[in-house]
């Protein structure tokens, strides 16, 4: 079985990662010339990170993950505590078996492509063309480069061009959000060390503030604005540099400690946010689209990249179960896959609400809602909202989902 993958982000290198497991061949083509992966932090809950335990990788990515141990909500004009929950990977493993890791995206990326054998990803490869039939499936290149596999993934991003060209113009939606994204060097902080696996966010009416880690030596700053309009930005959809000082106009008459914080960051790149409707299909015949290109989501639970490394599990494992039947492994993997994505992206949309309220009364009941969770969790995962996320093993499932 050989799979062509387009898209060198981090969906695509673990798609890699988990087909070769599986001893598979693999191209990956990449239209950058190098790490596409820009912007802040991502973060890898249990049901990501047993991902990396059971194909032998954990050690790597512990190494290069932050582990925040407390999240503290806050009140945005206060400072007061709402809701302490506690997440570190020491409670994770104990509480699910696998680590809660924060990481920088460039760096992870980096990482997990050291894994790779030299020249299996080619970068500057911008694919015009895909092509299949009864013998294989073809992927042409603007170089004039021609792949040919057995499959081919599309795990190019929200603005796909795989998704484009065998499933037809699927337009991205603008979720009325932006994100003012910064970063703090660890270099920067005299005191790094006691801030350290401590998170703090701040929900205010209409915007959202979480000051998390990129990796173990960099603070990362995302504040989150709601009920915007691309017509008022001057690149439209496209992210931007912005400077510090226009993004603590934002944030006039927060406490202190908040503001703080964003004034530590020389500069932010301002990323409008976007997601797509669920699609109905994933697969047509040798190709099958995989992370944003098949369900991008919006941030606010933090399942976007996490999404793309169960949908690389499950590949692998569909592909391994059917090796003489690529079609219908494809097809498999789909039917395994689709529901929870969608639900995932449903949930990310209606949480990016719940972050922003503005109705004092709601904000309130919002807030007393947390602090009595808080208060009733054990440790955090045991039976936290979102159980059904983190408490959950793709491979065990997806085992589950062929017996029955």
Not at 148 to 154: A, C, E, N, P, S
Not at 253 to 269: H, I, K, T, V, Y
Request: aromatic share 10%.
């Amino acid at each position: 079985m050989k799979a062509i993958i387009i898209g060198g982000g981090i969906g695509g290198i673990i798609s890699a990662l988990t087909l070769r497991y599986h001893g598979m061949d693999v191209e990956l083509y990449e239209r950058a010339e190098g790490n596409p992966e820009i912007g802040s932090a991502v973060q890898f809950t249990a049901n990501v990170t047993n991902i990396f335990k059971r194909i032998g990788l954990l050690d790597l990515v512990k190494a290069c993950g932050s582990p925040v141990e407390v999240r503290n909500m806050r009140e945005w004009n206060t400072g007061n505590i709402i809701s302490t929950n506690r997440l570190g990977d020491t409670i994770a493993e104990r509480e699910l078996g696998s680590p809660y890791l924060v990481f920088g995206r460039s760096e992870l990326l980096d990482r997990l492509g050291e894994q790779l054998p030299a020249g299996l990803a080619r970068y500057g490869m911008r694919c015009v063309a895909v092509e299949q039939d009864d013998s294989g499936v073809r992927a042409v290149f603007e170089n004039g480069h021609v792949a040919t596999g057995d499959v081919l993934i599309g795990a190019d991003g929200i603005r796909s061009t795989v998704r484009r060209l065998v499933f037809g113009e699927i337009e991205p939606v603008f979720s009325g959000k932006v994100a003012y994204r910064g970063l703090i060097p660890a270099e920067q902080l005299p005191d790094f060390e006691s801030y350290q696996w401590t998170a703090n966010a701040w929900p205010a009416p209409g915007q959202f503030l979480l000051q998390n880690f990129a990796g173990r030596r960099t603070i990362n700053l995302s504040l989150y604005r709601n009920n915007q309009r691309l017509e008022d930005l001057d690149t439209g959809h496209r992210t931007a540099v912005v400077s510090m000082e226009q993004v603590l106009s934002f944030v006039e008459g927060w406490e202190p400690a908040a503001r703080e914080w964003l004034s530590r960051s020389a500069d932010f790149l301002r990323w409008p946010l976007f997601d797509i409707e669920p699609l109905n299909a994933w697969a047509k015949g040798r190709v099958a689209l995989l992370g944003d290109a098949a369900h991008a989501t919006l941030p606010f639970i933090g399942q976007g990249a996490g999404q793309g490394a169960e949908d690389a599990s499950a590949l692998g494992d569909a592909l391994a179960h059917m090796p003489d039947d690529p079609v219908g492994a494809l097809m498999l993997y789909e039917e395994f896959r689709l529901p929870r994505a969608s639900r995932v992206q449903l949930e990310s949309r209606a949480r990016s609400n719940y972050m922003m309220l503005k109705d004092p009364f709601a904000i309130n009941q919002r807030n007393l809602q947390w602090r009595e969770a808080s208060k009733a969790i054990t440790g955090y995962f045991g039976n936290s909202v979102d159980h059904w996320i983190l408490n959950y093993d793709v491979a065990r499932a997806f085992q589950e989902h062929v017996a029955a």
